[in-house]
Structures are given as structure tokens and as C-alpha cells.
């Protein structure tokens, strides 16, 4: 009871700090047309120890909004390069349709997580696993580039991962609670959940748009 009270007394919080770092990753998207294209292996650095940092900090206390916001920005930036190439290479139509379709995606395995009596944290470990098969399977893809037909099987792992992440951090937070010092990690969650979600649908609706 304890924990329901205190999800529900910060879900608002969450949601409102996860809308606001989509808004200014937004505002970095459209302020990557300015940045020098030198600049995005620094930034891309800069926000993957952004990342790490986050991980292994939500292990002793959580981390702030400034961080969060600012993650959210340089993440924006990062993403320019791959909206801009999708925008000139299948059409801005069909990345608003990957915008669009990975918004009902998410609202919809939200509100089924939050609404269900049925405990899904326990998947925590084994999308632990696939997440980290991605990352090496994506490291591997940099020196031996993967063919579209594995492209395409990695982008729809991909998509179930993501969502089956989405699944597991509202389904914790409805069963475990979120204090106010947690709502900024809860919603980086939630953003990395989005943003990913996002890119393997695109990268998913790209491919398919190349064969047609």
C-alpha cells in the first residue's frame, strides 16, 4: 500500500521530468544543424560517460536534475546525425510515422504496466543480458557492418527490448514505489527507453522503405 501511495504521489513527477527531457533533447536535435560535424565523436563521448557515470551513481544516491537535463540535451545533439539522415534519405513523413508509432507503443505497454496486477520485475535480469548483447553486437557492427536482413533482426530485438524495458521500470515503479529523490533517474529510464525504442523503429521503417 505504502509503495502504490508513493508511486502514485510521484508518477506525476516522473512523467512531467520524462516530457521535459524529451522537449530539450528536442531542442538539441534542432540545434545539431549548428554543431561543426567534428563535434559529434566528442559529444558522443562525452554523453556515453554521462551514461556510465549515471549507472554506477543511482547505485548510492540519485542523480539530479541538472544531470538529467543536461544528458538530455547532449543526447539531442548526438541524434541530430541520424534524424537528419532519415529525414533526407526515406522523408520526414515516415519519421513522424516512427515518432508516432513508437509514442502509442510506449503509452500503450505504459498504461498496461501501470494497470496490471501481474509482476514483471522480474525481467529485470534478462533484459540486463539483451541489452548487453546489443551494445557488443553493436560494437562488432562498427568493424564488420551487418548485412540489412541482420540489421533488420537486430532492429526488432531491439524494439522488444526496449519495450520490454519500458514494461519492467513502470511495472517497478508501480510495485516498489518512487521517492522524490528518484523521480530524475526514473524519467532518464524512461527517456533512454524512448529515444531507443525510437531509433530501432526507424532504423526498422528505413530499411523496409529501402527495399520497396
Known amino acids: 500500500m505504502y509503495a502504490q501511495t508513493v508511486y502514485e504521489g510521484n508518477l506525476p513527477a516522473v512523467m512531467r521530468a ?31 560517460g ?30 541530430f546525425p541520424i534524424i537528419n539522415y532519415y529525414m533526407m534519405s526515406i522523408g520526414p513523413q515516415i519519421v513522424l510515422m516512427a515518432l508516432g508509432t513508437t509514442t502509442i507503443v510506449f503509452a500503450g505497454i505504459a498504461i498496461y504496466a501501470s494497470t496490471t496486477k501481474r509482476d514483471f520485475t522480474f525481467l529485470g535480469g534478462l533484459l540486463g543480458a539483451a541489452l548487453l548483447a546489443l551494445i557488443v553486437i553493436a560494437i562488432f557492427n562498427l568493424f564488420w557492418p551487418m548485412s540489412s536482413t541482420a540489421m533488420l533482426a537486430y532492429s ?54 529501402d527495399r520497396n
Open 18 to 48: 520524462f516530457a521535459i527531457s524529451l522537449g530539450v533533447a528536442t531542442i538539441g536535435v534542432m540545434l545539431g544543424v549548428f554543431v561543426p560535424p567534428s563535434l559529434f565523436l566528442p559529444l558522443a563521448i562525452i554523453e556515453i
Open 156 to 209: 526488432f530485438i531491439g524494439v522488444l527490448v526496449f519495450s520490454g524495458y519500458v514494461l519492467f521500470d513502470f511495472n517497478r515503479m508501480k510495485k516498489y514505489g518512487v521517492t522524490a529523490q528518484e523521480v530524475p533517474t526514473m524519467a532518464l529510464n524512461l527517456y533512454l527507453d524512448f529515444i531507443n525504442l525510437f531509433i530501432n523503429i526507424l532504423r526498422i521503417m528505413g530499411i523496409l522503405k
Open 50 to 79: 554521462m551514461l556510465i557515470f549515471a549507472f554506477f551513481l543511482r547505485r548510492k544516491k540519485a542523480i539530479s536534475y541538472l544531470f538529467l537535463y543536461t544528458f538530455t540535451f547532449i543526447s539531442g545533439l548526438t541524434m
